[in-house]
Structure formats: C-alpha cells, structure tokens
C-alpha cells in the first residue's frame, strides 16, 4: 500500500518529459540498418581466437576488460569466436540492451580509443551528474561522463573545440592536441533551436586541453600569462601592419585583426554542445530496472535554478527536493 501511494504522489506531483527535442546526438547518428550493430551474431563460430580459448574465462574476462572500445570493436572482426566472447561479456550485454545509442555513438564520432566497456557499464548504472549531482541524463561521449542538461549546456567543460581553437587558448601545440581526446563530428541538426552542423570537422576536449594547457605551462596563471603575451604580441604586430599601410597609403584589402576573445556561446542554443551528447536511462544494479528520470510539476514554469524546469529527478532524490522547498500547492512549491 505504502509503495502504490507512492507511485499514486508521483503521477499527480511529476511528468516524465518535456515537449521539447534537444537534437542529441541520438538523432543524427545513421540508421540501424545502415550501420551494422554492435554485437550483432548470426551463425555459430567454426574458429577459435588461438590461445585466448585456453585462458579461462575469469581470466578473459579482465584482459577483454581493459580494451579500449575501438581496440574491443577489432576483436569482435576476428571471426565469430571473437564476437561471442564479447557478446558473453555481462557488462558489455547490458550496455547492448540498455544504452546502445551510447556504444554507436562512441564508435561513429570515434571516441572509443579513449573509453571501455567497464567506464561505460559505470556510467550506466551511476544516476548522478558528473558536476552538479542532479539526476544526468545524458552522456557526453568525448570523455564519457554523465550528465544533466543545465550543465551540459552552461558548463564550458562540454563545449568541444577546434584544435585551432585549444591551441590558442590553452597556448599548446598540434603535437600535445593529437594526443588529447578529440572527435569527429557528425552532420545534422543539434540543440533545441535546430542549428544545423555542416561540413564534418574534429573538436578537442576542452577539459583535457586545459589540463595539457596547465601541465605543459606549470599553472593555471603562467598559462594565461603565456595565452596573453601571445595575443598583446599578436595585435602589435598587426597594429604595426596596420600603420604601415596607411603611411604608405597602399588600397590593400581590409585585414583581418587577430581574435581575442572567445566566440559568443549561445549555451543551450549552440548546436556544438550537442554533437557528443546522448540520452541515456540510469541502470540500478540491485533492482535491474532502468530510470529515466522526471520533471516536477512545481518547476515547471521556472527558469531559475533551482527551481527550473529542466532538473529531472528520481524517487530519491525528488524526496529530497520536497523537503527542501516543500510541497507542491498550485503548481508551485510552498516554500519559495
């Protein structure tokens, strides 16, 4: 009685979605029957995969563990022996079930060099937000954490860049922005206000940029003194272009001042936000069921956190956020 009375405050006090397309990645990703699926067995295997069948499987199991997903992908192209010892992966099942979106979305902006089934699986069942704690339920594939939609799309650490961008901020080399963690990007349509991404492109982590930024300078503060010399220096010399012309009294075409200062971010409306972002459920380990998570009613017409229409919650922690801002009474919380 206690749990359906529950679930009966639930419905009336919560709605499980909102009338709005975030254009993920999801959405753009190709069709199923395109791109074949991960996993996917057809016949019995009639090869082994050599000495790896003479381990046992306990044993197997930790090495296939510790592949990266791309690396994981290969085996599964040996022969059909690979492919089952894979799809026999608990882990690596329950990802194929329940956030397969997320495993086509690594292998096609083509992160998987940087991520594993195991830090996958974690993600799956782990229900918080990577900053905020907030019920996340997005994944943001470049470094796979998860997520909510306010950071996702406020926090500068889910706003890919381009590489010509991190080595003007950050003050690095091609060299250091080959190694850090860097995707491809997959043309569509992105974000809430339906912002179309064009030609495909690569963009960096800005979070593993700015790490490589304060470890190849020493600090955080000589890596932007450096990132300032090299722009006062920059704009001198284009200061000392500038005056050149105009003494010679040359008709050159207009050059072109040397950026400063970060782009205009539209947050929630920049489609770059999105290209990395899938929706994924939470897994709950004890009970084996998926949660999506859900909205409030009394924030439902609220735009300031926190009492904002975006936060999605589950039974827990909305227990929570009743007893810090109080019942729900007209549509709005008592105690605000």
Not at 5 to 13: A, C, K, T, W
Not at 168 to 196: A, C, Q
């Amino acid at each position: 009685m206690k749990e359906q009375s529950l679930v009966h405050r639930l419905h009336d006090l919560t709605y499980p979605r909102l009338n709005l397309n975030d254009h993920t990645l999801d959405d753009n990703l190709p069709s199923p029957n395109s791109q074949p699926e991960p996993g996917c067995l057809r016949l019995p295997p009639r090869a082994n995969v050599g000495v790896l069948d003479a381990l046992p499987p306990e044993l197997l199991q930790e090495i296939l563990s510790q592949l990266d997903l791309r690396t994981l992908t290969d085996f599964t192209r040996v022969n059909r022996r690979a492919l089952e010892l894979v799809n026999s992966l608990p882990q690596y099942k329950a990802i194929n079930t329940h956030a397969l979106n997320a495993l086509r979305g690594i292998l096609s902006i083509e992160t998987g060099r940087w991520i594993t089934y195991t830090t996958l699986y974690e993600k799956l069942c782990t229900p918080g937000c990577e900053q905020c704690g907030d019920f996340g339920g997005y994944l943001y594939l470049l470094t796979c954490k998860r997520v909510c939609f306010l950071c996702l799309s406020q926090d500068r650490l889910y706003l890919p860049l381009s590489p010509r961008r991190a080595t003007w901020k950050f003050g690095l080399d091609s060299r250091i922005i080959s190694t850090l963690p860097h995707m491809r990007v997959i043309r569509g349509i992105y974000s809430p206000n339906e912002k179309k991404v064009g030609a495909p492109s690569v963009l960096v982590d800005y979070g593993s940029a700015l790490r490589a930024g304060i470890s190849l300078h020493g600090s955080l503060s000589a890596m932007n003194k450096y990132v300032a010399d090299m722009e006062a220096q920059k704009l001198q010399a284009y200061n000392a272009r500038v005056a050149a012309v105009q003494q010679s009294g040359s008709s050159r075409g207009r050059m072109r001042q040397p950026r400063t200062l970060d782009p205009f971010d539209a947050q929630s409306g920049n489609p770059l936000r999105f290209v990395a972002i899938v929706r994924v459920p939470w897994l709950s380990r004890t009970l084996q069921k998926l949660e999506w998570g859900f909205h409030c009613v009394g924030c439902e017409k609220s735009c300031r956190p926190p009492l904002h229409y975006r936060r999605k919650f589950t039974a827990a922690s909305f227990d929570d956020h009743l007893k810090q801002f109080g019942n729900i009474q007209g549509g709005k919380h008592h105690l605000c």
